[in-house]
C-alpha cells in the first residue's frame, strides 16, 4: 500500500474569526501540532514575518515564513481558507496562505531565493487553486513543488 508523505496541507480552515491575526494564529497552531514547533515561537515568529515580510503573491495567495531552531531543511504548509481574509491594505482578500518554515540560521539571501522559487511556481499553477481547494492530495503535490 502506497502511503503519500507529502507537506502538510489544510484544506478549508475555519477560522473562529476572519482576519489576519487569527489566520497567522492558526498557522502557529498547525506548526506546532504537526511539526512539533513551540507554540510560543511560532506565534512569534509569524507575528514577526507578517510585519517585516508578508508577502501577497496573487490576488488568492500570501506568504509569510517561520524560523524554527530544530529544522535542517527548508519546509511548507498550505493553508486554504473557508472564507477570505484581508491580508494587505489595497488589495484583494486571501484565501490561500503559504508558511516556508525555515532554519533559525537562514539568511536574507537564502529566503528571498526561496520566496522567488515560491513566487514562480504559485504563478504557474494559479489556474488550479480552485481545483484544489479541497483536495489535500493536490495542495500537498503543489506544497512539495515549493520547496
Same mark, same amino acid.
Given at each position: 500500500?502506497?502511503?503519500?508523505?507529502?507537506?502538510?496541507? =489544510?484544506?478549508?480552515?475555519?477560522?473562529?474569526?476572519?482576519?489576519?491575526?487569527?489566520?497567522?494564529? %492558526? !498557522?502557529?497552531? *498547525?506548526?506546532?501540532?504537526?511539526? /512539533?514547533?513551540?507554540? %510560543?515561537?511560532? &506565534?512569534?515568529?509569524?507575528?514577526?514575518?507578517?510585519?517585516?515580510?508578508?508577502?501577497?503573491?496573487?490576488?488568492?495567495?500570501?506568504?509569510?515564513?517561520?524560523?524554527?531552531?530544530?529544522? @535542517?531543511?527548508?519546509?511548507?504548509?498550505?493553508? @486554504?481558507?473557508?472564507? #477570505? $481574509?484581508?491580508?494587505? &491594505?489595497?488589495?484583494? #482578500?486571501?484565501? =490561500?496562505?503559504?508558511?516556508?518554515? $525555515?532554519? %533559525?540560521? *537562514?539568511?536574507? @539571501?537564502?529566503?528571498?531565493?526561496?520566496?522567488?522559487?515560491?513566487?514562480? $511556481?504559485?504563478?504557474?499553477?494559479?489556474?488550479?487553486? @480552485?481545483?484544489?481547494?479541497?483536495?489535500?492530495? /493536490?495542495? /500537498?503535490?503543489? !506544497?512539495?513543488?515549493?520547496?
Amino acid at each position: 500500500m502506497f502511503i503519500a508523505d507529502h507537506a502538510p496541507v =489544510y484544506p478549508r480552515v475555519k477560522l473562529s474569526r476572519y482576519d489576519k491575526l487569527n489566520a497567522l494564529h %492558526q !498557522a502557529a497552531v *498547525f506548526l506546532h501540532q504537526d511539526r /512539533g514547533l513551540d507554540l %510560543q515561537q511560532a &506565534i512569534s515568529s509569524l507575528l514577526a514575518s507578517a510585519a517585516r515580510d508578508a508577502v501577497q503573491l496573487n490576488q488568492r495567495t500570501a506568504l509569510i515564513h517561520v524560523t524554527d531552531p530544530n529544522c @535542517t531543511k527548508p519546509e511548507v504548509l498550505v493553508m @486554504t481558507l473557508r472564507r #477570505p $481574509v484581508m491580508w494587505t &491594505i489595497l488589495q484583494k #482578500p486571501i484565501d =490561500y496562505l503559504i508558511v516556508l518554515r $525555515v532554519p %533559525q540560521l *537562514f539568511d536574507d @539571501t537564502q529566503l528571498q531565493v526561496l520566496r522567488d522559487r515560491v513566487a514562480t $511556481v504559485v504563478a504557474a499553477n494559479h489556474q488550479y487553486f @480552485t481545483q484544489w481547494r479541497d483536495d489535500p492530495v /493536490g495542495l /500537498g503535490m503543489f !506544497a512539495d513543488d515549493l520547496v
